[in-house]
Each structure stands twice: as structure tokens, then as C-alpha cells.
């Protein structure tokens, strides 16, 4: 699935070329939750702009995504606006996470399940995980994402098993998606 992976979001990135097509609201939701300072890592970020906004904030960011294309244009994009990203290609079905401790880990419309173990374990002391996902109750008002990139109802509670619970929230968003929004902390 992972070579299958990087070229169906490698053509994905090359089409788009723009950060998220989809009004993703990662940023709105986890930056009340951020330190000040510290290491984050932006899990399936690809093209994606959150990066270079949480380095901006102070942050030392680093996207992690299969797509070398959208790693290419966040490169890219942080050259453009004199901002630093790093970025680390990684097939997240056969390959571990990028190194922790991490302070901040953010996960935004991306689902693999096996991996919330690992994203809670790379997680410091008070670390923060913040994920955006849509819900199966997306489906009725579309059929894309497909069922198995849906979380079920409440399922994100059991996935972050470990952490606290700091918010969660399950709702239809300004951008038309159900999603479920979580911020959970390491003790
Ligand atoms: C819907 S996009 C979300 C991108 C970004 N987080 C956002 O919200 O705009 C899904 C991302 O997951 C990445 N991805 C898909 N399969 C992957 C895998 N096996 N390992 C790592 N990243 C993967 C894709 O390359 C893509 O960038």
C-alpha cells in the first residue's frame, strides 16, 4: 500500500499544489494549545501550510508525509517566505515515526489507526496531540473521504488512549465536513 500511497498523493500534490483543499481547521483548534517554544511534528502534513504557520509561531516544525512532491512545495514554500521547516519522507505503514520526544504532535485528515500507539509513546512530558478527523457522518452529505479514512462516532477517544483529554468536539464545521477535533495532553 505504501508505494501505492506515495504515488496516488504524489499525483494529488502536483494537481493541487496549494496547501489544504479542504478549509482544514488544525490551526484554529490547536493553537491555544501550543507552548511557546519546542519540537512539533506535523504527522501526514504533505503540502500542506500548517507547517510553516506553527514555525512561525515559534515552534521547531517538522512535516512528516509519504508524498515527496508535497514535502517538495512545503520546502518551497517555506524558502519563499524565509521561514524553516524541516521535512522527513516517511511511509507511515511500513516506517516508524520520525524520532521523539516530540512537544506537539499534529495529525490533520489522516487515518491509520495502528499508529496512534506510537504518536501517544513519542509524545514528552506534557506533550500535546492535536488531530483533525472527519466522521462517518460525513458521509451524508459526501461520499469523499471513503469509510475507511472515517473515524467512527467517539472512536478518536479510544486511539488516544493514555493521553488526557483536554477537547474534544464532534460536529458539522464551516467548511460542510463532520469532524471530530481532539487536543489531548501527556501527563
Ligand atoms: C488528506 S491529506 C492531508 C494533508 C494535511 N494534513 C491537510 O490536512 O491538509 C493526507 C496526507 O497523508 C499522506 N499519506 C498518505 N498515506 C501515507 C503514508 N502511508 N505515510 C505517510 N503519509 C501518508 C498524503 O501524502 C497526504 O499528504
Known sequence: MGAG?????????????????HGSQLVELVVPHLPESGRLLDVAGGGSTDSLTFARLGLDATVCDVSDVGLIQSRQRALAEDVII???????????????????????????????????DALGPGGVLAV????????????????????????????????????????????????????????
Open 132 to 187: 483533525v478527523i472527519a466522521t462517518v457522518t460525513n458521509l451524508e452529505r459526501s461520499p469523499k473521504p471513503a469509510r475507511p479514512f472515517l473515524v467512527e462516532q467517539d472512536e478518536i477517544l479510544a486511539l488516544v488512549d493514555g493521553l488526557d483529554v483536554v477537547h474534544h468536539t464532534e460536529t458539522w464545521r464551516s467548511n460542510n465536513r463532520h469532524e471530530a477535533h481532539l487536543i489531548a495532553r501527556r501527563a
Open 86 to 120: 524541516s521535512t522527513v519522507e516517511v511511509d507511515l505503514d511500513t516506517e516508524p515515526l520520525p524520532a521523539g520526544p516530540w512537544d506537539v504532535i499534529t495529525v490533520a485528515n489522516y487515518l491509520n489507526r495502528d499508529l496512534f500507539s506510537s504518536l501517544v
Open 5 to 21: 500511497d506515495r504515488d496516488r498523493w504524489n499525483d494529488k500534490w502536483a494537481e493541487r499544489r496549494v496547501g489544504t483543499s
